[in-house]
């Protein structure tokens, strides 16, 4: 386990870890502020209490030979 700051609730908490099938998420159990939501194998859902747009592109910077 992790221990974070809680922007939310400003205590530094032992983060609490959710499982459900293959989405993982990990909240504050002070205030259920959601530090990282994810679904393994697809990437992140939520960051720090706010969706994570779909339109980002997985793309790899462009070399420069």
């Known amino acids: ?3 974070k700051h809680c ?3 400003k205590v530094t908490v032992e983060e609490k870890v959710i ?3 293959n989405k993982v998420t990990k ?3 002070n ?3 959601i530090f990282v939501s994810y679904e393994i194998g697809k990437g992140v859902l939520i960051f720090n209490n ?3 747009p779909d ?3 997985n793309t790899k910077p462009k070399s420069r030979i």
């Open 55 to 57: 339109t980002v592109p």
């Open 19 to 21: 499982r459900e099938g």
């Open 27 to 29: 909240v504050c159990p």
């Open 1 to 3: 386990m992790a221990r």
């Open 31 to 33: 205030c259920g502020f």
């Open 7 to 9: 922007p939310r609730c």
């Open 50 to 52: 706010e969706p994570v």
